[in-house]
Nanobody
Framework: QVQLVESGGGLVQPGGSLRLSCASSVDIKSIYQLGWYRQGPGNVRRPVATIRNTGGTDYAKSAEGRFTITRDNAKNTVNLQMNSLKPEDTAVYFC?????????????WGQGTQVTVSS
């Protein structure tokens, strides 16, 4: 069982920055992939950025060049630095952990943190 707790959301003006953090209850070195997803009003949840335990990363096109995902193995956290924020980035952001068990893959989710980009 993996518990994830997000922090760092809030209200920011267009062009501003926010840093989201997600704390894991287990050693993240044992987690194959960590990621950030977002869900806007009336929309489905979509991936924003993911990072594997090898260090490999993937970004949504909308996030490339503006967002950076990192993992801190010492603190068991995964972070999302968001720069040059736009109103369309407004959403609830969820932390995700994908764990490979011998019985199969299981996904865990945090409770979400609200990010609002508005002047």
């Amino acid at each position: 069982q993996v518990q994830l707790v997000e922090s760092g959301g809030g209200l920011v003006q267009p062009g501003g920055s926010l840093r989201l953090s997600c704390a894991s209850s287990v050693d993240i070195k044992s987690i194959y992939q960590l990621g950030w997803y977002r869900q806007g009003p009336g929309n489905v949840r979509r991936p924003v950025a993911t990072i594997r335990n090898t260090g490999g990363t993937d970004y949504a096109k909308s996030a490339e060049g503006r967002f950076t995902i990192t993992r801190d193995n010492a603190k068991n956290t995964v972070n999302l630095q968001m720069n040059s924020l736009k109103p369309e980035d407004t959403a609830v952001y969820f932390c995700n952990a994908e764990v490979n068990y011998t019985s199969g893959i299981k996904n865990y989710w945090g409770q979400g943190t609200q990010v609002t980009v508005s002047s």
